[in-house]
Nanobody, 119 residues
Framework: QVQLVESGGGLVQAGDSLRLACATS????????MAWFRQAPGKEREFVAT????????NYADSVKGRFSISRDNAKNTVYLQMNSLKPEDTAVYYC????????????WGQGTQVIVTS
């Protein structure tokens, strides 16, 4: 049973930084592509960033490019999202997700962590 547990959310002011973490267990973390998604109130869930299993390639939503950075530590089975220069529009529940090698779907999801950015 693969489990993903997010942490690090909170209430911050615009311009502040936060670092989210997603700890995984029960699977072969090093072989998963990992991603962060977010869902703001009244909106659909949207892609934020992804990192492939060997940490070489990353991809970001245009809305967070230059401000957010995704990384992973395969030894700790953890993926991170460093969020800088936060804006009120970054307010959302942030979810991490895992995509097994060979799959086109993110098969495993965490429960989410709330990020609130005040102006």
């Amino acid at each position: 049973q693969v489990q993903l547990v997010e942490s690090g959310g909170g209430l911050v002011q615009a311009g502040d930084s936060l670092r989210l973490a997603c700890a995984t267990s029960g699977g072969t973390f090093s072989r998963y592509a990992m991603a962060w998604f977010r869902q703001a109130p009244g909106k659909e869930r949207e892609f934020v960033a992804t990192i492939i299993w060997n940490t070489v390639r990353t991809n970001y939503a245009d809305s967070v490019k230059g401000r957010f950075s995704i990384s992973r530590d395969n030894a700790k089975n953890t993926v991170y999202l460093q969020m800088n220069s936060l804006k009120p529009e970054d307010t959302a529940v942030y979810y991490c997700a895992a995509q097994p090698v060979g799959s086109s779907l993110y098969s495993y999801w965490g429960q989410g962590t709330q990020v609130i950015v005040t102006s």
